[in-house]
């Protein structure tokens, strides 16, 4: 029920958010809204075009990159982020190269000395020890010594694709504003209807940002940081204590450090960042145990620090009861074992009786309340409930693990890309390229840049190891026949599909739900039956990894 109230009233208060069109606003001086009039949309055209007056708002800019053995993607992001609107002498890129594979280190480097030749102020750098993964990253790079001479850095995932408009639409909002200490863009998703799976989780992101984020930002000033397609003030990073490599949720920690200093966040639900979803379940399931074991880790380290700290009591109540307690520990708990444990021994258990209320008008409820950002979506709401009901076994157990500190709670493995955020949007801006090429064009376009020199490097390694490759099956096949003369064998050029994996917690939960379905339906009990026969059902096709792509 509290946790109903809660989303009511999100929802609500992102309802009146729209209706009285309340957003951030830049300040006049920074090319926003004059206080004459004119709207802020076209003082940030002026200012992209050139028309503005000399007392534009271009203070230095340090842009951050984060990747590890992104060989997918890396291509287009580092394209992307070169290419953004801002005086290059105002501006530096650091690639921050993890990569322990050389190929890709050879790669990224290439990629980045062609940007780098081309006049944009970008340097490539690669730690010899991978320590603290992308918090000890980040760290490392903020202890350059020329770091000093920036005022702000701008954070990109290695497959976030920021437009070029994306600096003069978020660093002038921290102008005027000097209890500002991070402003957040929304995350869009190039490839949300690729699969069902993406499709589910996009039904998620939209209300986290569009409800959670957007409300938070507006009412609260705190919100989490998402980790990428942000811009800091330096000295709010200085003035938290910096990246630190306690958890696996660093940019949750940085802004809890930073709300409880008394900074203040912004989110702008207008300027998105496309960027890409996990398409198999393997490695969504990865990614959801980081982001639900982290927090409690967090939440066990920073708790006596909130409770000390000066800020007012109710952003006290808000951040342990709400923000950690309500939606990290307490909802992952009662989906689990309500719709996971206790529903279905309910069936074995005659004196035991759930309201329909409970598994039936509150789950719905809260199902509607999540699809409203995005009602494109409402065909799925029923596969949604099932599956996030079925994800709450991996919440769950990394939410106890976090909680008591467990091993995996420390694991950090980067989410596997597809490579879809390189397609269509460069596929587009070669086409318009090619039928305005007599054309003056009025603005610059995004081109996807080939590292010519890393290609030809990269085709020659992939010769060579296809040539060791094809002398080991020589060899291995020289040995079959050699034991088996007498006996043919059948090759195969065809590729194969990777193997479903085997998931053994959802299987184990599916056999328990569609036996007490069994039992419900023998014992005439309705819609209960129902319930377990469909949850059962999504159980046994995750545990089976039928959702998604596999990819190997």
Known sequence: MVQSVDRIVQCLACFWIKIRGIKPRI??????????????????????????????YFPMVLVQ????????????????????????????????????????????KAEVTKWSQRGVNVIYRHRLSRTGYKAGNLKSAMACDYVKDYEFVAIFDADFQPNPDFLKLTVPHFKENPELGLVQARWSFVNKDENLLTRLQNINLCFHFEVEQQVNGVYLNFFGFNGTAGVWRIKALEDSGGWMERTTVE????????????????????VKVLCELPESYEAYRKQQHRWHSGPMQLFRLCIP??????????????????????????????????????????????EAELPIWVICYIPVLMSILNILPAPKSFPFIIPYLLFENTMSVTKFNAMVSGLFQLGSSYEWIVTKKAGRTSSASDILALAEADAHAHAP??????????????LQEWGRLREQEAAEWANKEDAAAALAAAAAPATPKKSSN??????????????ALACLLLTAATRSLLSKQGLHFYFLLFQGVTFLAVGLDLIGEQVS
């Open 251 to 270: 940019d949750m920690d940085i802004a809890v450090r930073a709300h409880l200093n008394g900074w203040k966040f912004i989110f702008l639900n207008d």
């Open 65 to 108: 990159m984060p990747m590890c053995n992104e060989k997918e993607v890396y291509e287009t992001s580092i394209s992307h982020v070169c290419q953004m609107d801002w005086p290059r002498d105002r501006l530096l890129i650091q690639v921050l190269d993890d990569s322990d594979d050389e190929v890709c280190q050879m790669l990224i």
């Open 305 to 350: 620090t909130v409770f000390r700290s000066k800020i007012p009591f109710w952003k006290k109540a808000n951040l342990v009861m709400l923000f950690f307690l309500l939606r990290k520990l307490v909802l992952p708990f009662y989906s689990f074992t309500l719709f996971c444990v206790i529903l279905p021994l309910t069936m074995f258990v005659p």
């Open 27 to 56: 300040p006049a001086s920074a090319g926003g809204k004059p206080r004459g009039g004119t709207t802020g949309r076209k003082r940030v055209d002026d200012v992209e075009n050139g028309d503005a007056d000399d007392d534009r």
């Open 441 to 454: 064009a009025p603005a610059a376009k995004l081109v996807r840049g080939v590292s010519e020199g890393g």
């Open 494 to 507: 065809k590729a194969k599909k990777p193997p479903n994996r085997i998931f053994k917690k959802e299987l």
